[in-house]
T-cell receptor, first 114, second 114 residues
Framework: AQSVTQLDSQVPVFEEAPVELRCNYS??????LFWYVQYPNQGLQLLLK??????LVKGINGFEAEFNKSQTSFHLRKPSVHISDTAEYFC????????????FGAGTRLAVHP | DADVTQTPRNRITKTGKRIMLECSQT?????MYWYRQDPGLGLRLIYY???????NKGEISDGYSVSRQAQAKFSLSLESAIPNQTALYFC?????????????FGPGTRLTVL
């Protein structure tokens, strides 16, 4: 069975600093990987996804993530954060092919300070 | 207009009451899902439906039931609400073709059971 570990429950960072939110997954089969963002009092918005092809995936709002199969990781990065990036970020994994459940990590709360 | 809508957005109810949460989508997707979100636990799948006649239990279906009234509508019911069902509930939709079942979420319903 798949599982997802988000290594940091909270990440404080100053505005304009770079940030990396870490995500590791466990799976013995090929997977699809997703990052969702939840802004305060809002629903989940798809930030980016890896389905196949290039391992470096670019998403909305300047975020990108790199799929590393050997390390079973899918870390999310942004070179310079803004106050408006303050939100909770969820990593999710699903087995490829047919229907398989989407498994979520516990979330990482990113707090951007001025 | 939002592609996935949920009603109500907030609800406070008492233990033992029957509650229905509704989800509608205009994305034309065939698959719909209900999740609950609890702090520190990420999202957990309650029920999912591949079409009007195909409904399946997720990992935490006890105490819940669902109805797929049409391709665009998927309702979640709590037959007799209890306090530990206090949570944020999300509806999601997906379509297998094209984006390989990438899920898109509604804005959520915050349910409080007193």
């Amino acid at each position: 069975a798949q599982s997802v570990t988000q290594l940091d429950s909270q990440v404080p960072v100053f505005e304009e600093a770079p940030v990396e939110l870490r995500c590791n997954y466990s799976s013995s089969v090929s997977v699809y990987l997703f990052w969702y963002v939840q802004y305060p009092n809002q629903g989940l918005q798809l930030l980016l996804k890896y389905l196949s092809g290039s391992t470096l995936v670019k998403g909305i709002n300047g975020f990108e993530a790199e799929f590393n199969k050997s390390q079973t990781s899918f870390h999310l990065r942004k070179p310079s954060v803004h106050i408006s990036d303050t939100a909770e970020y969820f990593c999710a994994v699903r087995r490829s092919g047919g229907y398989n459940k989407l498994i979520f990590g516990a979330g990482t709360r990113l707090a951007v300070h001025p | 207009d939002a592609d996935v809508t949920q009603t109500p957005r907030n609800r406070i109810t008492k233990t033992g009451k029957r509650i229905m949460l509704e989800c509608s989508q205009t994305k034309g997707h065939d698959r719909m899902y209900w999740y609950r979100q609890d702090p520190g636990l990420g999202l957990r799948l309650i029920y999912y439906s591949f079409d009007v006649k195909d409904i399946n239990k997720g990992e935490i279906s006890d105490g819940y039931s669902v109805s797929r009234q049409a391709q665009a509508k998927f309702s979640l019911s709590l037959e007799s609400a209890i306090p530990n069902q206090t949570a944020l509930y999300f509806c999601a939709t997906s379509h297998l073709a094209g984006e390989r079942d990438t899920q898109y979420f509604g804005p959520g319903t915050r349910l409080t059971v007193l």
